[in-house]
């Protein structure tokens, strides 16, 4: 199981866009074949970050997402919105070691 | 580097308790010694879901952390607050592969 985690900052004035167009991403992602969870969230502290929370069950499931063209189209209209275009984006291979 | 993800559902009509608490566990917690990156994230899409993110250097300090005195506090009132008394809390050894 693969586990992507993806922060996003937003400009102040564009939040609303961000979400909106993040909301689209969640929805359209949810229903591709091999993603196990997806979702997105803000930030409780305050701040403007959006975190992108993503499962997949393989290396493949993933890189279909990524060539997906929703995936393309929306975020390919995250930048214009982003504090920094580029957002930190961390791949992780996941071995759920225990639930508490 | 290990990564523990909680789940927690709040009970609608207490959902900004919640939140008051989880405000307080994130400050508290992002202080301690080993604490690489904590925060408190909300759904996007609408649902009453807490994601609760740290990262730690090693078990050493993930365990220092379940029995710091203010996780034992806070944590202990947020079960009257959740749909489920028991949240779901998953912990991952987690080796980032990748920063796309």
Redesign the interface.
Known sequence: ML?T?AKFEARPELRQEL?EL??ML?EQSRAEDGCLDF???????GSD???V?GRWIDQGALERH?ESAHFQEIVGRFAELLVEALP?????????????
């Open positions: 586990m985690i979400l993040a909301r969640v979702g997105g969230y803000r930030d409780i502290m970050t959006l975190l929370v990524y930190s984006v961390s791949l992780y291979e996941v071995v759920e070691m225990d639930r508490l």
